[in-house]
């Protein structure tokens, strides 16, 4: 790592003050020193924003919903029974005990692109500012079947795939105000521009995580393929949210993840699943209209079956 | 005024420097001049004489590095030392301060739960912590809480089995371990 200057801030304010444009902001530390390690992020000043108030807490909203502060941990999250299943199963997959015990929920969020090309220290990739997306054209298996851009790095945050089906907002910092931004708001940059991991613009910081207030009847799932059974990346991920009310569905959302740069959702499959009766043909039929644009590279063809296997469990999940 | 000055050094910056810095190592209040981006691990094993630890991976993907902080494993290699102060940090030295060996380390010896051992002392700090939680844990239980823990060797079933001793839990025997995997 190469040497940085090291501060505690004790609000969003002087945070966002004492990051200058060559600071980063530390919270559980897991992906950014990471990437310090690789000298593929190489700060500065490191800004700790885990002192900042409120932000290791779980509390009520004045609406009833929940607001979870960036700083809660991915363990203390995962150990939350009363949060909606589908987030506590997200969280529950992230990395091993070890990194759930330290890793947080704004930096789970804001965690960077694992494409081995962008993490690779000797290779300038596209996201990287270079001029090719080397994974297009090489190993790809883990890469995007859906993308706006020509890099094809996917999201791989579990708890954005599941916080967009429950409609959550996050908590951001930006001059000097709080704004909320929508989990498609808060990755839409990502989906055109290779550069971009997220929508967050430099100083911007996630203060907290907001979901909306549980409604009775309401179910959510999330389920994820990986290689391993535990401790690894989800090589398709799976997030769905709404209620089975006399056998038909309502309200439903689904999303998946590690297959776009954005937790990918279609309002057009939400919008045909309304009223349909739960039960495998609906969710096939919602499986094959979300995935009918998917364009799968050399090595990750196997993503679209396992899609589809995903979002047929997890909508029937949401009758048990 | 306090208060106010209280924040004012708060958000002192430190370093590119080495920092005076504080840790609490296996019960040992012990002072370090270390720059910030030394790791917990770094410090540990270069400059305090705590080699328990093993580097590896060094990107929070082995589980060799695995120390206890506050009584919770956490991968000393991915925490910047300055951040582990005033927490309490126990390594596998801190186990058996006076040389005689806990329950756990006796019976990953006498289940044989380790080849090379350089992740051992990682699984003995996982294992004891997770005895400590949950002191009659299932070989589920046992699996899950030694997931971020790897062992190139493969010695998993025996560690599952050393732990399931330690617990004083029945085990089945090596082979239905085996085929369980």
């Known amino acids: 790592m190469k040497a940085f200057e090291y501060v505690n801030a004790q609000t969003p304010e002087s945070a966002a003050g004492l990051i200058g444009t060559e600071g980063r902001y530390l919270a559980g530390g897991i992906d950014l020193l990471g990437e310090m390690k690789e000298y593929i992020a190489t700060p500065a000043r490191l800004v700790n924003v885990k002192n900042l108030p409120t932000t290791r807490e779980i509390s009520k909203t004045p609406e009833g919903g929940f607001r979870l502060g960036a700083n809660v941990t991915i363990a203390e999250l995962a150990a939350q029974a009363d949060l909606p299943a589908g987030l506590i199963e997200a969280a529950a997959e992230v990395g091993s005990p070890q990194i759930r015990a330290v890793a947080t929920v704004g930096g789970n969020l804001a965690q960077h692109s694992r494409c081995w090309y962008y993490r690779q220290r000797d290779l300038t990739c596209l996201k990287r500012g270079g001029s090719t997306c080397y994974a297009r054209d090489g190993e790809n298996k883990y890469n995007a079947i859906f993308t706006g851009n020509p890099c094809i790095s996917p999201v791989v945050s579990n708890l954005a795939v599941a916080l967009t089906v429950l409609s959550a907002q996050a908590v951001v910092w930006r001059k000097s105000k709080e704004v909320r931004l929508t989990m498609a708001e808060l990755y839409a940059d990502a989906w055109n521009n290779p550069l971009a991991q997220n929508s967050l613009q430099p100083g911007d910081l996630i203060l907290a995580v907001e979901i909306p207030a549980p409604v009775a009847g309401v179910r959510s799932s999330y389920l994820q393929v990986s290689e391993k059974s535990d401790f690894d990346w989800a090589l398709v991920s799976c997030a769905a949210a709404g209620s089975v009310n006399e056998g038909k569905f309502r309200g439903v959302k689904i999303a998946l993840g590690a297959v776009a740069p954005v937790p990918f959702q279609m309002e057009e499959a939400n919008a045909l699943l309304e009223g349909k009766p739960c039960n495998e043909a609906s969710a096939n039929a919602a499986a094959s209209l979300i995935l009918a644009t998917a364009t799968p590279f050399s090595h990750n063809g196997y993503k679209v079956p396992i899609a589809r296997a995903l979002i047929r469990r997890t909508l029937l999940n949401l009758a048990k | ?181």
């Open chain 2, 1 to 181: 005024m306090a208060q106010e000055l209280n924040k004012h050094n708060a958000e002192k910056i430190q370093g590119p420097d080495a920092i005076p810095v504080q840790l609490t190592i296996n019960g040992k209040a012990q002072a370090f001049q270390l720059e910030p981006r030394v790791t917990l691990l770094d410090a540990l094993r270069n400059h305090s004489t705590q080699t328990g630890a093993k580097e590896v991976c060094d990107r929070a993907t082995c589980g060799a590095c695995t120390v206890l902080l506050d009584g919770v494993p956490v991968y000393a290699c991915m925490l910047l030392a300055i951040e582990a102060q005033g927490r309490e940090i126990t390594t596998v030295e801190g186990l058996a301060p006076d040389g005689k060996l806990t329950k756990v380390q006796e019976e990953f010896i006498a289940c044989d739960g380790l080849q090379c051992g350089y992740c051992t002392p990682g699984f003995v700090l996982t294992v004891s912590a997770l005895l400590a939680k949950n002191p009659k844990p299932s070989e589920t239980d046992v699996r899950k809480a030694c997931s971020g823990n790897l062992c190139r060797c493969g010695s998993y079933p025996r560690v599952v089995e050393a732990a399931l001793k330690a617990a004083g839990v029945a085990t089945a025997s090596k082979c239905e371990v085996l085929t369980n995997v």
